[in-house]
């Protein structure tokens, strides 16, 4: 069956650090990824999406690469800062089927 | 102010009851679905909606029910069929339920049974 995969620890890190976080998928072969940010409480908000034949796609302090070879995706936040903490989903899409990760929540310590 | 908005952010219901969970949205989009989300667990799909007066059963559909009479919205019941309801529920749209299209997500509706 599809699975997603996603660190279950919290990452913790300083600020000014860069930010790494990890989607790992099997038995899937999404043409999209999608990733979400995803405060306590709230509905999760889009970030970044990434096709099937991109490695890379950067937005301001956020990368994402996709290695369909590996079946993973990369999320990574530059000079992170305190207000990046949340929890962050990734989303595989493929048909008409959205398949959420359990996120992996990140602190950023001042 | 154009946006998703789901009512009521917090839900109580005793066993044997069922309950409707609001989402209406202004965004003008086509589709919308409902997720459940719950602890160190993926978002999962309980019913979507791609058309008006149209609707799919998603990943876990048993015990919920739907109706999108409007475009602007896609309530959500959970009966008492539903064995564990106690959950966060997330309404969602997408402009079309095309391939790859952004989600919108609500703010959320915190079912707690009693």
């Known amino acids: 069956s599809q699975k997603i995969e996603q660190n279950s620890e919290a990452l913790n890190i300083q600020e000014g650090k860069t930010a790494t976080l990890t989607c790992n998928y099997t038995n899937y072969s999404p043409a999209y990824l999608q990733w979400y940010r995803q405060d306590p409480g709230r509905g999760p908000v889009f970030l970044l999406l990434?096709?099937?034949?991109?490695k890379e796609k950067r937005k301001e302090r956020l990368k994402v690469t996709f290695d369909t070879t590996l079946k993973q995706s990369l999320f990574h936040i530059t000079a992170s800062q305190p207000a990046d903490s949340a929890t962050y989903l990734c989303a595989l899409v493929g048909g008409f089927k959205t398949i959420f990760g359990a996120g992996t929540r990140l602190f950023v310590k001042a | 102010d154009g946006g998703i908005t789901q009512s009521p952010k917090y839900l109580f219901r005793k066993e044997g009851q069922n309950v409707t969970l609001s989402c209406e949205q202004n965004?003008?989009?086509?589709?919308m679905y409902w997720y459940r989300q719950d602890p160190g667990q993926g978002l999962r799909l309980i019913y979507y909606s791609q058309i008006v007066n149209d609707f799919q059963k998603g990943d876990i559909a048993e015990g919920y029910s739907v109706s999108r009479e409007k475009k602007e919205s896609f309530p959500l019941t959970v009966t008492s069929a539903q064995k564990n309801p106690t959950a966060f529920y997330l309404c969602a749209s997408s402009i079309g339920g095309t391939l790859g299209d952004t989600q919108y997500f609500g703010p959320g509706t915190r079912l707690t049974v009693l």
């Open positions: 965004l003008n989009h086509d589709a």
């Open positions: 990434i096709r099937e034949n991109e």
